[in-house]
């Protein structure tokens, strides 16, 4: 059901991905956005990329075509556009990691900022380290070139957008995935797994002071969750206007409550 916040215009960047497409879901439904706009390389996703209870609502999605290192399209997608989410990340290499989940969003927020936009969303990571030496992440951890990315474009988007920022810090993210053709249902290995880490008592809690993995423990959250996070809290963080003086960090926990 809409709310009284004013009807806004949205762009999400990668938009037909796994999380992008609940973003995106959670956007239409929300009923507060006039546009809402999807920049990625393939333009519209193939049915058979789309969970067959989203496939209704990504219709109404406006998707656009391009690769969000070409500063034109950036540009292009971002006319008219005041909130920008950014769903952009990958695996690979350490390289790679690096540039597809930090200077990708860090050339984004550039861009946005630049054109005008005044509230800009990034799904993080639950790994990003609070800037503490104890909570860092040595160079030898399990994709450590993703976090760090994470780290980098958090960082920016803190900076350029102080009060104008709202960022998601998930774990593992579990829910119905299309792959090739078929759904894949990883609330199957998520959820039991999301219960032992968080709701087992004692055992959760020693679970949870284990190195990286107790992070992740603690940290696993609904796909359909991270979408309403991320819409619920830049329209939050827009309607606001920077009055507040912050900008919104949800932690696994937080996210968990939509």
Same mark, same amino acid.
């Not at 929300?30 to 999807?38: H, I, P, W």
């Given at each position: 059901m809409a709310s009284n916040v004013a009807k806004r215009r949205l762009l999400i960047l990668g938009g037909n991905g796994y999380v992008g497409q609940n973003v995106c879901h959670a956007a239409i439904?929300? *009923?507060?956005?006039?546009?809402?706009?999807?920049?990625?390389? #393939?333009? $519209?996703?193939? %049915?058979?990329?789309v969970p067959d209870h989203l496939s209704s609502t990504l219709s109404s999605v406006e998707w656009t075509s391009g690769d969000v290192f070409d500063e034109r399209a950036r540009s292009d997608a971002m006319s008219g556009i005041d909130v920008v989410v950014s769903c952009v990340g990958a695996f690979g290499s350490n390289e790679y990691m690096q540039r597809a989940c930090g200077d990708a969003t860090i050339?984004?927020? +550039?861009?946005?900022?630049?054109?005008?936009?005044?509230?800009?969303? /990034?799904? #993080?990571?639950? @790994?990003?380290?609070? *800037? #503490?030496?104890?909570?860092?992440?040595?160079? /030898?951890?399990? =994709?450590?070139?993703? /976090?760090?990315?994470?780290? $980098?474009? +958090?960082? +920016?988007?803190?900076?350029?957008y102080p009060n104008g920022h709202a960022i998601l810090r998930p774990g593992f993210i579990y829910g119905p995935r299309r792959l090739g053709g078929r759904t894949v249902p990883?609330? !199957?290995?998520?959820?039991?797994?999301?219960?032992?880490?968080?709701? =087992?008592? %004692?055992?959760?809690?020693? !679970? @949870?002071?284990?190195? /990286?993995?107790?992070? +992740?423990?603690?940290? =696993?959250?609904?796909?359909?969750?991270?979408?309403?996070?991320?819409?619920?809290?830049? !329209?939050?963080?827009?309607?606001?206007?920077?009055?507040?003086?912050?900008?919104?960090?949800?932690?696994?926990?937080?996210?968990r409550k939509f």
């Open positions: 439904v929300s *009923g507060n956005f006039d546009l809402v706009r999807s920049l990625n390389r #393939s333009g $519209r996703p193939s %049915p058979s990329s050339a984004a927020i +550039e861009s946005a900022r630049g054109g005008g936009v005044t509230t800009f969303g /990034f799904v #993080s990571s639950a @790994q990003v380290y609070d *800037g #503490s030496a104890a909570s860092k992440l040595p160079s /030898f951890a399990p =994709m450590y070139g993703y /976090f760090e990315g994470k780290r $980098r474009a +958090e960082e +920016e988007l803190i900076r350029s990883l609330q !199957l290995i998520g959820g039991p797994i999301d219960f032992v880490g968080t709701r =087992m008592g %004692p055992m959760s809690t020693l !679970l @949870q002071r284990f190195p /990286f993995v107790g992070k +992740e423990l603690s940290s =696993m959250v609904r796909v359909e969750s991270v979408g309403r996070a991320m819409i619920g809290s830049v !329209l939050a963080v827009a309607e606001g206007g920077g009055r507040t003086g912050k900008g919104a960090i949800l932690d696994a926990e937080s996210i």
